[in-house]
T-cell receptor, first 114, second 112 residues
Framework: DAGVTQSPTHLIKTRGQQVTLRCSPK?????VSWYQQALGQGPQFIFQ?????ERQRGNFPDRFSGHQFPNYSSELNVNALLLGDSALYLC????WGTGEDEQYFGPGTRLTVT | GQQLNQSPQSMFIQEGEDVSMNCTSS?????WLWYKQDPGEGPVLLIA?????ELTSNGRLTAQFGITRKDSFLNISASIPSDVGIYFC????????????FGTGTSLTVIP
């Protein structure tokens, strides 16, 4: 049973560039949430996708956008990168229909902006 | 945003000792989950709590959801070196749907 997978593992970008991160949910899950985790802090919710639509969004600017595909995988896009965007980006998957809130996380993508 | 405060911020214990950590909020939470995160990796779900007052165990781990739905504790019995990591509480606030909030974390170090 495959867990949540993310790619790439690490990424180095320059200020002003754009980046795309990818996530495949755990088998049987249909909902994907994205989080940003700065060093030494807890994860911060960016947004959540279900049925290819953004269902909920945290306090992040429009530079952060996403997409969910028919196979439930998802992408996180960040435009006009800032130094402060350097963080571990985590994807979590869950099943929408159970009413339970268990989210399972992938290993993350470490983004460094220079 | 909603604040989940965890205490203590860090703990240094001897192998074999029991551990207790807490998480409190000023807001009511629907669900309370405890995660463990190793450096550079994603959080791993340890225990999920759904009902006020619920007490749940998972091996050496025990967690309880407070009656007011504003707090929770996690206990680890007979700690071992692989318990080292950062423990986070997390969950969706009553009025924010599926948006998860994470606590500030408790860093655990186990001394062999």
């Amino acid at each position: 049973d495959a867990g949540v997978t993310q790619s790439p593992t690490h990424l180095i970008k320059t200020r002003g560039q754009q980046v795309t991160l990818r996530c495949s949910p755990k088998s049987g899950h249909d909902t994907v949430s994205w989080y940003q985790q700065a060093l030494g802090q807890g994860p911060q919710f960016i947004f959540q996708y279900y049925e290819e639509e953004e269902r909920q969004r945290g306090n992040f600017p429009d530079r952060f956008s996403g997409h969910q595909f028919p196979n439930y995988s998802s992408e996180l896009n960040v435009n006009a990168l800032l130094l402060g965007d350097s963080a571990l980006y985590l994807c979590a998957s869950s099943f929408w229909g159970t009413g339970e809130d268990e989210q399972y996380f992938g290993p993350g993508t470490r983004l460094t902006v220079t | 945003g909603q604040q989940l405060n965890q205490s203590p911020q860090s703990m240094f214990i001897q192998e074999g000792e029991d551990v207790s950590m807490n998480c409190t909020s000023s807001s009511i939470f629907n669900t309370w989950l405890w995660y463990k995160q190793d450096p550079g990796e994603g959080p791993v779900l340890l225990i999920a709590l759904y009902k006020a007052g619920e007490l749940t165990s998972n091996g050496r781990l025990t967690a309880q959801f407070g009656i007011t739905r504003k707090d929770s504790f996690l206990n680890i019995s007979a700690s071992i070196p692989s318990d080292v990591g950062i423990y986070f509480c997390a969950g969706p606030h009553l009025n924010t749907g599926n948006q998860f909030y994470f606590g500030t974390g408790t860093s655990l170090t186990v001394i062999p």
